[in-house]
């Protein structure tokens, strides 16, 4: 259980309470409550004044960090109504459930049934908003990976920068992926004497995106990478594991691992790298269109709850705003099969703002079409699953509900997540044995998601594999058989089947687990069209001058199908060049 972190010590706005007299009522006082929340307890501090609820602070929790944030949204809600009768926010249910539990529970002990909750009168909204002009040289909109790299960049080349992030925290859908990082010619390749160039991505990428990727901005990719891993190494203070992971797609393994495996390494140091630097970020405050005078762009107009912004860019504004993977909207729109019928993974902060504001300057879109389900996720809430890790690092064998094989472990997102939609349920099942548990580290690095999945029965674990089938009532006798000749593959050193391009182990060895797993939206290849220094075209073909983007909110780089460790390399590669253009350095 970790503590969480300062930034999301959630300090709240009063409430405004009928009859607040100013006499105190007998249950006055913080109360402590625990509820159950995705990733475990989830405790909270509530103070009680005159029968209304003041402030919620979150204590402890273990809930990926991108819900979170959402349940700030829900804190929000419970104080400005002062009630526990509020709506769970959406794509977070198991985590927003945990905390009104936790909030009813500190109730309890102060006696208070929540029905007595004081009825709230609601401040009349004058919709009147402080004014705020403010003047920088390069404005970054979203606090994301892209964005973040962005922001140090233009600091560091002597630009004067603000941040503004939309969500109560920083992170974006970086926050919550795994973050590993496709580096050809790394330092830990060439210790396992792993032969690889920047040239060999270029080509792997493109293939893996159906050859429609812009080959300039693949190269820009490809050709930084790995400086730009050293320097999250050696200048943000990132540190990466000490192993590689093999990502499908890629024609060998080049993917580096941030400690932990979790994109919180890359966030935190990030943060505390912009901290250092003294960059102010902006939470809270959304970007809501850009202003151009002169067919220039010269800053960004923002709002918070109680002001409206004028944030004037001398040098620039960096879009980098992310996908829009939670706008079903969006993505009906420009892609019909990806309804609301498909979970996502991502935040809900992914709703292509920077999309929108580009398209009113004339920007020039491309590939909206190409929406990427990532292929292992949770079949109740859409969250992406890091248990995949072991399948990362080639320990799985993944079957149907009749017992059989049916794709490449390792092959493209897109083709294992339309081939486990074909199958019974739209699911699938993944097979490791204990040998794969241990050396993928799920228990030291996935914990809380292991508990959270025992707990929703979507992992098993038994002694045999009949058992660990049968619990899952799947086809005993086609899952041995299918694990078995597995095996012999494993000895022959090839699958003659499904070509699986890493064949580390067999499994042999008990206990073994098996995970029920489905599709969810991932990552939108489509969006804004830049150039290879990152400035935004029009549909003319043309720069947009000032406007730069960066990160997931861009279009071409990936094609149809991004490759997975890909999109690190990206968001930081052509963040760090948005930053120096937009700096002018
Ligand atoms: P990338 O990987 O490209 O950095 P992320 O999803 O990690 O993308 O980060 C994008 C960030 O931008 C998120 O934190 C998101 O909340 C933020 N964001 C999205 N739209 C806006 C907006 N209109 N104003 C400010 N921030 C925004």
């Not at 820009?220 to 990478?225: G, I, K, L």
């Not at 790298?273 to 405050?285: G, S």
């Not at 269109?289 to 918070?304: F, P, Q, R």
């Not at 204990?434 to 002694?463: M, R, T």
Request: hydrophobic content about 40%.
């Amino acid at each position: 259980m970790k503590k969480i972190s300062s930034f999301l010590v959630l300090v709240l706005m009063t409430a405004f309470f009928v009859g607040c007299g100013g006499k105190a009522d007998s249950s006055d006082g913080v109360y402590e409550g625990v509820g159950q929340g995705k990733g475990g307890d989830l405790k909270v501090e509530v103070k009680i004044e005159d029968l209304g609820i003041t402030d919620i602070k979150i204590l402890e929790e273990s809930e990926t960090a991108g819900y979170a944030a959402s349940l700030s949204t829900l804190i929000n809600d419970i104080i400005k109504y002062n009630s526990t009768d509020v709506d769970t926010v959406s794509g977070s249910t198991l985590s927003s459930n945990g905390l009104l539990e936790a909030v009813k529970d500190a109730l309890d002990k102060a006696g208070i049934d929540p029905k007595d909750l004081k009825q709230v009168k609601q401040e009349e909204d004058d919709g009147v908003k402080e004014e705020v002009s403010e003047e920088y040289d390069v404005i970054v909109v979203g606090a994301g990976g892209a964005g973040l790299a962005a922001a140090i960049e233009a600091k560091m080349d002597g630009a004067n920068v603000l941040v503004v992030e939309k969500m109560p925290i920083a992170g974006g859908n970086t926050l919550i992926s795994g973050a590993e990082y496709a580096a050809p010619g790394n330092w830990i390749q060439e210790k396992e004497g792993i032969e690889d160039n920047p040239q060999l991505m270029v080509e792997d990428t493109l293939e893996g995106g159906d050859h429609i990727n812009d080959r300039d901005l693949v190269t820009v990719v490809a050709e930084n990478a790995l400086e730009d891993a050293i320097w999250l190494r050696d200048e943000i203070g990132v540190i990466w594991e000490d192993e590689l992971m093999f990502f499908g797609g890629h024609s060998v393994k080049r993917s580096l691992i941030p400690l932990g495996a979790s994109g919180r390494e890359i966030i935190n140091k990030q943060l505390a790298k912009a901290e250092e630097l003294e960059i102010p970020i902006y939470l809270e405050t959304k970007a809501e269109e850009l202003i151009m005078e002169d067919g220039k762009v010269t800053g960004i107009k923002a709002e918070s709850n109680n002001k409206s912004y004028t944030l004037t860019a001398k040098k620039g504004v960096i879009i980098a705003s992310g996908g829009f993977g939670s706008n079903i909207d969006m993505r009906v729109k420009y892609n019909p099969e990806i309804d609301d019928k498909i979970l996502s993974t991502n935040t809900v902060g992914s709703t292509g703002d920077g999309i929108t504001m580009g398209e009113k300057v004339n920007a020039d879109l491309v590939g909206m079409e190409w929406i990427q389900t990532y292929p292992i996720c949770d079949p109740l809430t859409g969250t992406l699953l890091y248990f995949d890790d072991a399948r990362l690092f080639g320990h799985t064998v993944i079957v149907n509900k009749e017992g059989k094989r049916f794709v490449e472990e390792l092959g493209r997102r897109d083709v294992m997540s339309m081939a486990i939609k074909e199958q019974t349920g739209s699911v699938c099942y993944e097979i490791i044995d204990e040998n794969g548990y241990v050396e993928s580290k799920l228990e030291q690095n996935h914990k809380p998601e292991l508990d959270y999945l025992f707990e929703n029965d979507l992992l098993v674990k038994a002694d045999t594999l009949e058992e660990a089938a049968e619990k899952f009532d799947l086809n005993v006798d086609e899952v041995v058989a299918s694990v078995e000749r597995y095996n012999t593959y494993v000895e022959d050193g090839e699958d003659p089947e499904f070509n699986k391009r890493s064949l580390p182990s067999k499994l042999e060895k008990g206990p073994f687990y098996i995970l029920k797993a489905a599709p969810a939206v991932h990552h939108t290849m489509g969006g804004l069209k830049i150039n290879t220094n990152a400035e935004v075209v029009d549909t003319a073909g043309n720069v947009i001058e000032g406007l730069f983007a960066a990160g997931e909110v861009t279009g071409g780089i990936h094609g149809k199908n991004r490759l997975g460790s890909n999109a690190l390399a990206d968001i930081i590669v052509f963040g760090r060049t948005a930053g120096r253009n937009a700096a002018g350095k």
